[in-house]
């Protein structure tokens, strides 16, 4: 079954300690990205990659970290988690092919006191 | 500068009633993908449609149906009969193809379908 699993679903840390979320992909594609949801405000780009060692900011990178050492992976890394990093987090990823979507994990509810 | 615009922030309607959500897209492309997403209440994203910027046909599927119009910069969505089930927030989406780009989200529509 094709699918983007992200973990873990919920996580409440306290400010400066350093975390991970995981996101890996079963489809072999090419494109990934981070997203953050807030209220209002909709889903924002962190950051993404075109394919293996390349990523990219998005809107809102600061303060986040990612890697693509290999083409399923992409993990987000928050160095220093601060309050203001309480959000709801989806992974996507996508094939450069025509009339394909993007696949969204099931998300990650980040809670930083 | 690549934007999506859902004026509506919420609406609601009686189940049964017909329902268009409204999407407004600005991109300097000429080639472009359009897409809709349902985030119900359980909060995963549930793809819903995706439209490349040649394809001007409307689309139906079920009680679902899609409005694209080049002219006017529009991809609305259309939701006929409508169900309690529908009540989720619907986010409308743009990925140019000018290379690095994001996929550009507007803000979304929540829809509330009372019975």
């Known amino acids: 079954e094709a699918q983007v699993t992200q973990n873990p679903r919920y996580l409440i840390t306290v400010t400066g300690k350093k975390l991970t979320v995981t996101c890996s992909q079963n489809?072999?594609?090419?494109?990934m990205s981070w997203y953050r949801q807030d209220p209002g405000l909709g889903l924002r780009q962190i950051y993404y990659?075109?394919?293996?060692?390349?990523?990219d900011k998005g809107d809102v990178p600061e303060g986040y970290k990612v890697s693509r050492k290999e083409k399923r992976n992409f993990p987000l890394i928050l160095e220093s988690p601060s309050p203001n990093q309480t959000s709801l987090y989806f992974c996507a990823s996508s094939s450069y092919e025509v009339n394909t979507e993007a696949f969204f994990g099931q998300g990650t509810r980040l809670t930083v006191v | 500068a690549q934007k999506v615009t859902q004026a509506q922030t919420e609406i609601s309607v009686v189940e049964k009633e017909d329902v268009t959500l409204d999407c407004v897209y600005e991109?300097?492309?000429?080639?472009?993908?359009l897409f809709w997403y349902k985030q119900p209440p359980s909060g995963e994203l549930v793809f819903l449609i995706r439209r490349n910027s040649f394809d001007e046909q409307n689309e139906i599927s079920g009680r679902y149906s899609w409005n694209f119009q080049k002219s006017t910069s529009s991809f609305n969505f259309t939701i006929t009969a409508s169900q309690v089930v529908d009540s989720a927030v619907y986010f409308c989406?743009?990925?140019?193809?000018?290379?690095?780009?994001?996929?550009?989200f507007g803000k979304g529509t929540r829809l509330s379908v009372i019975a």
């Open positions: 990659s075109m394919n293996v060692e390349v990523t």
């Open positions: 989406a743009l990925w140019p193809d000018s290379g690095n780009t994001p996929l550009v």
């Open positions: 991109t300097r492309d000429t080639t472009y993908y």
């Open positions: 489809m072999n594609h090419e494109y």
